[in-house]
């Protein structure tokens, strides 16, 4: 096998993606708050900028980058399962994309409710919370007024 090559190209695609997708957004919420966290570390060369955002090049900002990229190759080892030779991190990215394929198998093994049944039961829920809520709110009305009598408040 080449260098970075994909395990298992074009299987599991869908899980793959929405995995990817999620842990990216986590990575880049993370990065965010690092910087956030370091915003405050001096400047790297003066009053450097970087061009086209206008933000100071601070060691803040390369930290999260740094952090960004490094969390970004991970979840491509993880979720595509790229080869790189490392033999630890091929066995848990192989793991991992064997475990998202049999996910995505099994989801499409369900059956899935048709609309009318998904209008129905949702209803049934909708319902059920509506009159649990009115009554725990009758409860709390009745053990207050109690309360306030015995002049606990």
Same mark, same amino acid.
């Given at each position: 096998m080449s260098f970075f090559s994909v395990y298992r190209k074009g299987v599991g695609l869908y899980s793959r993606i929405t995995v990817g997708i999620a842990l990216g957004i986590l990575a880049l919420f993370a990065s965010l708050s690092l910087y956030n966290a370091l915003v405050d570390l001096p400047n790297i060369a003066g009053a450097a900028k970087v061009p086209l955002v206008?933000?100071?090049?601070? *060691?803040g900002l390369v930290c999260s980058i740094v952090l960004?990229?490094?969390?970004?190759?991970?979840i491509c080892i993880f979720v595509a399962g790229l080869e790189t030779k490392i033999r630890p991190l091929d066995s848990g990215g192989k793991k991992t994309v064997e475990f998202l394929i049999e996910t995505q198998g099994e989801l499409q093994k369900v059956s899935w409710p048709t609309k009318y049944e998904l209008v129905?039961?949702?209803? +049934? +829920?909708?319902?059920?919370?509506? +009159?649990?809520g009115v009554f725990v709110l009758g409860v709390? *009305?009745? +053990?207050?007024?109690?309360?306030?009598?015995?002049?606990?408040l």
């Open positions: 206008d933000i100071g090049l601070t *060691w960004f990229l490094f969390l970004g190759f991970f129905g039961s949702t209803a +049934v +829920v909708l319902v059920s919370v509506i +009159v649990i709390d *009305w009745f +053990v207050s007024i109690i309360m306030e009598y015995i002049g606990v």
